[in-house]
């Protein structure tokens, strides 16, 4: 299932230029030498996958568990049905429940913290802006975690969100030189296909969980048991 990563980090950076865009625009980057330019959005992109990395870690130990406790395939289909509930309920019945509250003034602090870095133009703030960046709450971020946890071990979780990471490069980078690289239908028609997307997912995940014997898709119980006990023997 990680290839399901790179390909939801590449359609859902249709979503980051309109939540993360402006940030990558205003990165303090040398417009004059466009190999140092380079180099300052790499140094920043590798902020953001090693945010990206860290929540891969922390929510793979979680998958770990459900792995142990024999309740993968379970967990699978509560992730498959959790993506496709985010991808089908509109973000503003979400912003009213405001999920985020709980930890508001940690992300008041990194959104202060992350205003800071732009009047430094040194490598360290490039990476620190990426990173800050990373940790700021975002919907296809939340669909990407619950990717995570899906996983097999921490391993897995990493691997899966950095894969996710890297999807979202190429448009990112874009942003940074030509913020009006695409036209606004265009953008428009990508945008209603990141549901879509999104729920093809979520599928692909319940189907996992069913465990129909699909070969790539839908792995048998027997499989997966098979796995566990050699995951446990190493």
């Known amino acids: 299932m990680l290839y399901t990563a790179l390909l939801f980090g590449l359609i859902s950076s249709f979503h980051c230029i309109g939540m993360c865009g402006p940030i990558a625009m205003m990165l303090p980057v040398n417009h004059k030498n466009q190999s140092i330019k380079a180099l300052q959005i790499l ?10 990395a860290t929540l891969g870690l922390l929510f793979g130990f979680l998958g770990k568990g459900f792995y142990l406790a024999g309740l ?4 699978s289909i509560v992730v498959g049905v959790m993506m496709i509930i985010i991808a089908i309920v509109p973000e503003k019945i979400f ?7 709980p930890i508001y003034k940690l992300i008041s602090k990194v959104k202060s913290t992350l205003g800071s870095q732009f009047k430094r133009k040194s490598p360290d703030a ?27 071990n921490e391993l897995m979780g990493v691997s899966y969100m950095l894969l996710y990471g890297i999807g979202t490069i190429p448009l990112m980078s874009a942003v940074v030189y030509a913020s009006n690289f695409l036209s606004f239908p265009i953008r428009g028609k990508i945008q209603k296909a990141i549901p879509v997307v999104t729920v ?7 189907l996992r969980g069913m465990g129909l014997d699909i070969d790539y898709v839908s792995p048998s119980n027997l499989d997966l048991f098979v796995q566990a006990n050699a995951n446990c023997h190493k």
């Open 43 to 52: 140094t920043y992109h590798l902020g953001r996958l090693s945010a990206y």
């Open 72 to 75: 993968q395939q379970t967990m």
């Open 95 to 101: 912003a009213k429940y405001n999920f985020s509250k």
């Open 126 to 152: 490039l990476f620190t802006i990426g990173l800050l960046n990373g940790f700021l709450p975002c919907g296809m971020v939340y669909a990407a975690l619950f990717g995570a946890i899906a996983m097999q």
């Open 200 to 206: 093809v997912i979520g599928t692909l995940f319940i």
